[in-house]
């Protein structure tokens, strides 16, 4: 079994390659997608604050080590980044956040991974990369799969106002966001 909670010492941080830079007020496409639970969450037409995290890959601790994972600048800490934001959930809470994470990962790894970690907000999947597309976030290739680079969003009445990116250390990226909301959304 391997440790997925601790990030190795020496991982590469990542550089922002400008990426993101087109996301800072935008409207949230209307997308739905499917949650862990089943139902359908369209991103687009919340109303409020909303936090989205998007996330590579949440590892499974019964599957084989990936190679060369950790040297990819920013693939490593999927598990640390959500089980910050299950840690930080009732200080997102109080703030009047929702909180979703979004990856293109398989939706039975996602419903697996928020059981195993007790995440309390749903995983939803963007599988078809729809979401991704529309708002033309930045993505890697790993072996035969693509992903979404890490990044976080702060949506406020549907639209971006804030984008954490590239994130790094993943563990310390919901304290990052409840400071930033905490200060006013400055």
């Not at 590579?56 to 190679?67: A, F, H, K, N, Y």
């Not at 979404?148 to 702060?154: D, E, Q, S």
Request: hydrophobic share 40%; with cysteine; glycine share 8%.
């Amino acid at each position: 079994m391997k440790d997925l909670s601790t990030l190795p010492d020496n991982l590469p941080i990542p550089q922002d390659d400008g990426a993101c830079a087109h996301l800072l007020g935008s409207p949230v496409p209307s997308v739905p997608l499917i949650a862990t639970s089943g139902r359908t969450v369209n991103l687009g037409a919340l109303s409020g604050t909303v936090v989205v995290y998007f996330y590579p890959m949440i590892g499974r601790p019964d599957s084989l080590p990936l190679v060369g994972w950790n040297e990819i600048p920013g693939a490593r800490g999927c598990t640390p980044q959500s089980v910050g934001f299950r840690d930080h959930h009732a200080a997102l809470n109080s703030l009047s956040a929702k909180v979703f994470g979004v990856s293109a990962q398989p939706l039975e790894d996602q419903k697996e991974a928020k059981v195993r970690l007790g995440l309390p907000f749903e995983l939803l999947n963007d599988s078809d990369f729809r979401l991704t597309e529309a708002m033309r976030l930045p993505m890697f290739e790993y072996e035969t799969s693509r992903l979404i680079k890490r990044l976080t969003v702060v949506v406020i009445e549907g639209v971006i106002r804030k984008v954490f990116y590239p994130v790094f250390p993943p563990n310390r990226n919901a304290e990052d966001v409840v400071v930033w909301l905490r200060g006013g959304g400055a």
